[in-house]
């Protein structure tokens, strides 16, 4: 099936470096902080650690790599995952006070909303191992410091 080929922003990178020159202490922990969290959602969700590989625009293997990219998306284009939040997740953030908007059956888009109260709360009950699925370890193991 052929599809037409999109360049997306879906990461946003940080290069240390630029962070140790341009950034104070308080805003580099403050960006660790929240990649502690993500790190800690992605575990929950029986996802594998974020590890990518970063080709900035002025080395000569950009446009290979997008090339690349480009080829296997094209070969690989299919049908969309259905985008249906986990309902026990759903239920976790929900008893952890969060704000939950939309309809779980896709029927209207689901927005969670944590207040940092909630999502400490949602956290705790992760690193307790609620809400993992059969087969996955949750992130109970993987404690970051």
């Not at 922003?9 to 940080?14: D, G, K, N, P, T």
């Not at 990649?35 to 446009?63: H, I, K, M, T, Y």
């Not at 259905?82 to 927005?111: Q, S």
């Amino acid at each position: 099936m052929a599809t037409d080929f999109k360049r997306t922003v879906r990461y946003v990178v940080f290069k240390l470096s630029d962070m140790d020159k341009y950034l104070t202490e308080y805003a580099r922990s403050q960006i660790y902080k929240y990649g502690r969290e993500l790190a800690s959602a992605r575990r929950f969700d029986c996802r594998p650690p974020l590890n990518a590989v970063v080709v900035e625009q002025d080395w000569p293997e950009f446009d290979v790599v997008w090339a690349l990219i480009e080829a296997r998306v094209r070969r690989e284009a299919g049908p969309e995952p259905d985008g249906k939040p986990r309902p026990e997740l759903l239920a976790l953030a929900k008893a952890a006070g969060a704000r939950i908007t939309g309809t779980p059956d896709g029927r209207e888009p689901v927005e969670v909303v944590f207040s940092t109260n909630a999502w400490r709360a949602f956290d705790s009950l992760l690193l307790n191992g609620a809400g993992t699925q059969p087969g996955c370890t949750g992130h109970k193991d993987i404690v970051e410091n």
